[in-house]
């Protein structure tokens, strides 16, 4: 993070100077981008089994409450103006809701998901004839253990790619074949950030926040040369999984326990929006896991914001 400290030294005052240091306190005026994204309803969530640390099938979940912290995000990105499909959940697959590790896509061109735990496997065909029966032409399943987004980050023309845990580093070959851009490995080493989008968010094209404690030494050497003025998360907010978030380059939607992570980006000219869906962070997922973005597919409508399944107009 960066701040803005006192001048020191003697001499008389110079008004110029502090005019300077008043225009570096302005915020940067952030630009929205309306995004296509793609979620599935937590109809079947629960926990059953434990693949993350966070997953601990002896405590009590709530399908119901998980489906209404669901519905406040989904309504939230429309009212943002984005556009906002809804793939079916499949009985018998409680982490389809997950939709950011189903599939990569970028230029519309799909990655679909090769998952490493047999429980969550059968969620690639679901993927894999979603985007078949929509017309996209280039789909293909990974050859390698990836686990689409969760771990594979557009950062402006490159893919920030996690391994450690869940992707392996094989798959991020493929993958920057597949999309034609470099493909940066970085590796995890804490098991409670087992993907990548629990331990880093791009906020816009130069600038993400991440939590340097989730990192090899290489790795974290590697983001603070490209992401020099980078916000660095406290192991608080991590931990309350405030870097699993979705940023249309000014919006900023993050659970709203990571208070540190609102206040920074708030300086940084961002707009926060907290939200809970500490029901979902169960199984370790918060709003990005929920999240998989359509890039390079048809724009939301730009007369007034994407369309509504309520048919109501955005806020």
Not at 124 to 145: K, L, M, N, V, Y
Request: hydrophobic share 35%; with cysteine.
């Amino acid at each position: 993070m960066t701040g803005t400290g006192q001048p020191v030294g003697g001499g008389s005052h110079d008004p110029d100077s502090t005019e300077a240091h008043r225009e570096e306190r302005k915020p940067m005026q952030r630009t929205a981008t309306p995004r296509h994204y793609l979620m599935v309803k937590p109809t079947y969530f629960d926990v059953e089994y434990a693949i993350n640390p966070w997953m601990d099938p002896t405590v009590p979940t709530f399908a119901k409450v998980a489906l209404e912290q669901w519905t406040r995000l989904h309504d939230l990105y429309l009212e943002l103006g984005h556009r906002v499909d809804v793939l079916e959940p499949l009985p018998g697959l409680p982490d389809m809701v997950f939709a950011a590790n189903g599939a990569m896509v970028v230029n519309g061109k799909v990655l679909v998901a090769r998952f490493l735990h047999p429980q969550r496997q059968p969620e690639s065909a679901a993927f894999h004839g979603w985007f078949r029966d929509r017309g996209f032409r280039e789909i293909r399943q990974a050859r390698w253990t990836n686990e689409g987004e969760g771990d594979c980050l557009v950062s402006g023309d490159r893919i920030l790619a996690g391994s450690g845990f869940r992707t392996s580093t094989e798959a991020h070959a493929e993958i920057g074949d597949f999309f034609g851009l470099p493909a940066i490995t970085l590796t995890l080493t804490d098991p409670h950030y087992y993907h990548l989008d629990t331990a880093l968010a791009v906020l816009d094209n130069h600038t993400i926040m991440y939590n340097p404690d989730a990192f090899a030494a290489e790795s974290r050497k590697l983001l603070a040369e490209l992401y020099p003025d980078a916000i660095t998360a406290s192991p608080t907010d991590a931990a309350a999984f405030g870097l699993n978030a979705v940023s249309d380059g000014r919006h900023v939607v993050l659970p709203q326990a990571a208070a540190g992570l609102i206040a920074e980006l708030r300086r940084r000219g961002f707009i926060p929006i907290g939200v809970d869906l500490s029901e979902l962070q169960k199984a370790g997922g918060g709003p990005k896991c929920c999240t998989l973005e359509l890039r390079g597919t048809e724009p939301p409508r730009q007369d007034g914001g994407a369309p509504r399944q309520d048919g109501g107009a955005p806020r």
